[in-house]
């Protein structure tokens, strides 16, 4: 089949980027032309398994939900463009995809803008509804939600990561029709289990190999010398990777280590950054965004994965990546974020499945969870590793997640 992804915005860093790139990848393994439309200025640092990379050339603002900086673009909140600057942006967009028609199947990420960009180019298309649009620009604003349910009439299907998008979807938008649920994937054979010391020597080799430092988005310069220094000592070590910002619970997690004898390597940027580094002391490693080639390493030297966010997501995707190795997590029960600890859960032993979630927003019991987590004997601790990497080959591979999105694919090719 020739597939092509339509996504606005990067491929590396957030949720959404690391889908669209992931998904691209695994299509193009499973023998598919793939075509990805999106704004990363170096495509070729990303692994898309073959797919061939377009960049839609667009003369006005980049509509965000997250004001993040970007290369070489000017980003502007969605919900602050006028009509005019939003249909100009989707019709240079449509008009790329367009270019490459004929095609089997189109998938546009995000409800908005993606939506209108798919019945703009005028062939059946699916959306991925991934819950930033909507939690960030689209609640609350009917004239953005109006536009969504216009553009959604034609849709083949809207896939969502969790049943928890499904309901916001529908709070939002008012839309329940055609909607199916897929989770999100992992790559099971990049994150896997590694000895520790294979773990250690390709993660320093890997952040050895970091280019100099241009933004923010880019690790921090000396993350291998740091890493050796910090991952060396013996103390138990829990990681956070995600934004760094009051939403996401950084915070929520630093307050829990002042209960507990464990340190935490810190992986991410945002604007909260210089804060939680003055909060965190010495019992944190703050390393800047790290790639899936560090974190498939940094995974296997960690006891526990942390994701404490206290704001509703799409799904767990960094902690279906942690299980993935190995790397049991812990994550805040609420949102898609459930639909891992419930994963989890089903193959942990009934009297652990307790350990794979806490109270969202609750320091003190996620420092009981961490706790008793790291007091488990290292017979019981290999099981829970074990059982989290079963889970994740089991239900979030990338090839499986890849094949059910085409099992309900389009109407037949566009011409």
């Given at each position: ?31 598919h032309e793939v075509v990805v439309f999106s704004q990363e200025p170096h495509p070729e640092a990303y692994d898309l398994g073959g797919a061939v990379h377009v960049r839609p050339k667009i003369d006005g603002p980049l509509p965000v939900f997250v004001l993040d900086r970007y290369e070489d673009l000017e980003a502007r909140y969605l919900q ?64 953005l939600a109006a536009w969504a349910r216009e553009a959604l009439a034609d849709v083949d299907q809207v896939v969502v990561g969790s049943d928890h998008i499904r309901d916001v979807l529908a709070d939002v938008v008012g839309w329940s029709e055609r909607v199916r649920i897929v989770p999100p994937g992992v790559d099971v054979d990049e994150f ?224």
């Open positions: 089949m020739k597939v092509l992804i339509w996504h606005g915005y990067l491929l590396g860093g957030t949720g959404s980027n690391v889908y669209t790139r992931s998904l691209a990848r695994a299509w193009s393994r499973l023998g602050d463009l006028d009509p005019g600057e939003r249909e100009h942006f989707v019709e240079q967009n449509a008009a790329a995809v367009r270019g490459h028609l004929p095609a089997d199947f189109l998938l546009t990420n995000h409800v908005l803008l993606g939506a209108p960009v798919g019945a703009a180019v005028g062939m059946p298309f699916t959306v991925k509804a991934h819950g930033s649009e909507l939690e960030f620009s689209m609640r609350g604003n009917e004239e896997r289990p590694e000895p520790r010391d294979v773990a250690l020597a390709r993660l320093l080799e890997e952040a050895r190999r970091d280019p100099p430092r241009r933004s923010e988005r880019d690790p921090d310069e000396g993350n291998a010398e740091r890493l050796e220094e910090f991952l060396r000592a013996p103390e138990p070590t829990v990681v956070y990777v995600g934004k760094l910002s009051r939403e996401k619970g950084v915070h929520v997690l630093l307050e829990a280590l002042q209960q507990v004898d464990a340190r935490a390597v810190i992986v991410g940027f945002g604007p909260a950054r210089e804060e939680l580094e003055k909060a965190a002391g010495e019992r944190a490693l703050f390393t800047g965004p790290l790639e899936h080639r560090h974190l498939a390493h940094l995974w296997s030297l960690a006891d526990v994965s942390i994701m404490p966010s206290v704001f509703p997501e799409a799904f767990g995707m960094v902690a279906a990546e942690a299980a993935a190795c190995g790397c049991p997590p812990l994550v805040a029960l609420h949102s898609g974020m459930a639909a891992v600890a419930e994963g989890l859960a089903v193959e942990y032993p009934p009297e652990h499945r307790e350990l794979a979630s806490f109270a969202s927003g609750d320091a003190g019991d996620l420092a009981k969870k961490l706790a008793s987590l790291l007091a488990l004997p290292s017979s019981e601790r290999k099981t829970l590793s074990q059982a989290a990497r079963r889970a994740a080959v089991e239900r979030w591979s990338w090839e499986n997640v890849a094949a059910l999105l085409l099992s309900r694919g389009g109407r037949g090719p566009a011409t």
